[in-house]
């Protein structure tokens, strides 16, 4: 029995941002340099406008699985909390569930966490 393939998963989407790349490095490095290193591969998700960008060569470089993921449109909120299209980004994490040709046990993480 070959055991549970897990990873962990973290989603990039909207406007590249050397902030945004910024988080998401330190979130994949503390995982890999946590003192109880991880021996899960960490896959970071990449919408549309963050493909063929310096920040995903940059994000393999450091030793992420790139995933390019087409963010999830169309959602929409009615109601007095959220109106239109404010949880587009939110909802495209739902692709990790999509993951299992990489992984059997799939962790989502946000990508401003640090381990």
Not at 69 to 87: D, E, I, Q, W
Not at 91 to 101: I, N, V
Request: glycine letters at 8%; one cysteine or more; proline letters at 3%.
């Amino acid at each position: 029995m070959g055991g549970i393939r897990g990873c962990y998963a973290l989603l990039l989407y909207g406007l590249p941002s050397d902030d945004l790349y910024a988080v998401t490095a330190a979130a994949l490095l503390s995982l890999k340099d946590a003192p109880v290193a991880t021996s899960y591969p960490v896959l970071v998700m990449l919408t549309e406008d963050w493909w063929e960008t310096a920040h995903e060569r940059a994000l393999r470089g450091l030793g992420a699985v790139v995933k390019r993921t087409p963010l999830l449109r169309n959602v929409s909120c009615h109601g007095a909390f959220r109106k239109g299209s404010h949880f587009q980004g939110s909802y495209t994490t739902f692709h990790s569930w999509a993951l299992t040709e990489d992984c059997d046990a799939v962790m989502y993480l946000d990508s401003d966490l640090q381990v």
